[in-house]
């Protein structure tokens, strides 16, 4: 296992480990650090390999989760969003290809 796969995969733990609200503060901000540079990495491995639409949604995740500019949403939405952000970087370790030649 790479250290992409290694930190997507603890981005997706982070995240379901996210939801329950009992965590301080410090947590969702350290959370948004790890999601969105893990999605940067990703989006940038994908992009090199001609994978647009995982590019794109990884760079999606990266702008959502940015720690310099957060976005503010209800707790809901929130935990509804760390749990489909956690399947698509679970999800996202299997799909990258070498890039095309």
């Known amino acids: 296992m790479n250290y992409r ?14 939801v329950p609200p009992f965590w301080p503060y410090g947590y969702y901000m350290f959370l948004r650090w790890v ?5 940067v990495i990703n989006a940038i491995f994908f992009y ?6 995982w590019a794109v949604s990884m760079t999606l995740v990266a702008l959502l989760f940015n720690p310099i500019a957060p976005v503010y949403l209800d707790k809901a939405l929130w935990i509804l969003l760390d749990i489909v952000v956690a399947i698509l970087m679970f999800v996202s370790t299997t799909k990258l290809r070498p890039k095309a030649v």
Request: proline share 0%; no cysteine.
């Open 5 to 18: 796969s290694t930190l997507t995969i603890v981005a997706g733990i982070m995240l379901l480990i996210a």
């Open 35 to 39: 999601v969105s540079v893990s999605a």
């Open 48 to 53: 090199k390999s001609n994978q647009n639409g």
